[in-house]
């Protein structure tokens, strides 16, 4: 008296099929409330438009993963502390990315203020 191994496979799957539906559906249901905590995760929304922007706390969220949590390089990423690069070349490579580094990483509005941080790193 064998069994049929594929039956326990077919419920699993028909579970993990039913439970990506029901989970897709709450998704659906609370998209306006997940668009709001996702804009004020990012440092977007409100308090970015108020002029609040913090250039470090960016910089603690998106820049470290690369350049090291105290700013100064690793592996292939340069340091940016002592940059010698100006900020007019920093702006730019805020903007459009150079290299390793993808542009658009900080909002176009607060571009100047991340530059002049960068370069006020010592």
Known sequence: MKKNPIIPFLLIMGF????????????????????ATEENAEGGGEAASAGEFDPEALAQGKCIGCHGNSY?????????????????EIKDILANGK????????PTENIDAMAAWVKSLE
């Open 99 to 106: 290299g390793a580094m993808p542009g658009g990483l900080v």
């Open 16 to 35: 993990g099929i039913g439970l990506i539906f029901f989970l897709s559906i709450q998704g659906v249901n609370n998209k306006e409330e997940m668009a």
């Open 72 to 88: 100064e390089g690793q592996g292939a990423f340069p340091s940016l502390v002592g940059t010698p690069l100006s900020e007019d």
